[in-house]
């Protein structure tokens, strides 16, 4: 490993090669930004990450021709990009994305890595996100990284040799930080609906956000949770430190949270700096449906922006135009699903725009994906209350979607029904 400067350590990185990148929290923004500077003696250098934090000038328009974004999950600051054909998304299972690079499916010329300084033995911690990271060093043929101060030690799968590393930067910058929104009256009511599904000993699923932090805050009295989740954040610190989250019941990693990445405050990134109780593990393992199935009364709860009155989700798209991406949804709704006594939640509010648009619909938005099929949909819930989809047919499916729907759209929905549906 050489420490050089940023601008030194990605100055071997030419025109038409493909580069992956850190992401979530752990985005590199300095070698990020050293690489832009670098953009008039560059063509086509294709940047490869799922979502990450940080303001992105690689996506500037007039970064075009120089820079194309390959968008594994599409994040705010990437949406407009991708909508305009400035940058591309590729639709992948979060437990797939590894194999990509494994099969070399997607090369990696060089992988910019966002760690904290080597340990006694040589070793940098991936700190906050850890998802496709450690195939991705693997696979790549430069290993470009940040040795980075401020980034949390956490454990697990988590590491990366100074062999490993080609060129590395020495920084002092903290992970980036999300702070969860203002829960509104509808989402309080959502939380408690979901929370009320949540039995003791239960292992939970869940992502950031008002809804997420709801259901975390219902769920002050259950005993003896556990979590096996894609993503860690600071309402499932708030549910360890209250004795909630203690782990000790699962049937899997007894004892242990484990995670594959995580966005919050800095409360929780010094939560899990050293925390022994944090396992972070590759998406291969946290999103494999045999190893989330093998957990008794694993619980996911996931959103959608809507569902259609069979039960079909779209979850990545609004129409034509994407929003996000395939993400874990369908690895975790199909291994709770498996599992004993398992439950899968779809938890989201019965409008949109102010309640302009139900969110529960006759039929999908032309050019919407179906993120989740209506074969995998199990619990749906609203602000109304919870439909029980699993085994039912299309018209009780209706029925019950309907029951829980805004009131100003069950006219509308129930006269569909009645024809299509035979109500």
Known sequence: MRIVSAEEAVSGIKSGQQIFMHGAAATPSVL????????????????????????????????????????LFIGPNARKAVNEGRAEFIPVFLSDIPRLFDEGILPLDAVLINVTPPDAHGFCSLGTSVDTVLT?????????????????????DSFVHVDKIDYAVEVDRPPYEHADPPISD???????????????EATLQMGIGAIPSAVGQHLYGKKDLGIHTEMF????????ERGVVTCQKKDLDCGKIVVTF???T??????????????????????????????RRMTAINSAIEIDLTGQVCADSIGHRMYSGVGGQMDFMRGAALAEEGRAIIALPSTAADGKFSRITISLKEGAGVTTTR???RTVVTEYGVAEL????????????????????RDELTAYAKTYHEL
């Open 32 to 71: 990020l930004d050293a690489l832009v500077a670098r953009a008039p003696e560059l063509q086509d250098v294709k940047i490869i990450h799922m979502h990450a934090e940080g303001p992105h000038p690689h996506l500037a328009p007039e970064m075009q021709g120089h820079f194309l974004h390959r968008s």
């Open 262 to 264: 995580m966005m919050g």
């Open 186 to 200: 509808v989402e309080a009511r959502i939380g408690a609906y979901v929370a009320d599904l949540v039995p003791d």
């Open 136 to 156: 991705a060093v693997r696979c790549g043929k430069t290993i470009i990284a940040q040795l980075n101060k401020s980034m949390p030690r956490t454990l697990g």
């Open 266 to 295: 800095q409360r929780l990134y010094k939560f899990v700096d050293n925390n022994p109780m944090v396992e972070m593990r590759q998406v291969d393992y946290t999103n494999d449906t045999s190893i989330i199935r093998r957990h």
């Open 233 to 240: 954040t600071d309402v499932l610190v708030d549910l360890v």
């Open 375 to 377: 074969s995998h949909v």
């Open 390 to 409: 699993f085994g039912q047919s299309l018209r009780e499916r209706a029925r019950r979607l309907i029951a829980i729907a805004h009131p100003d759209f």
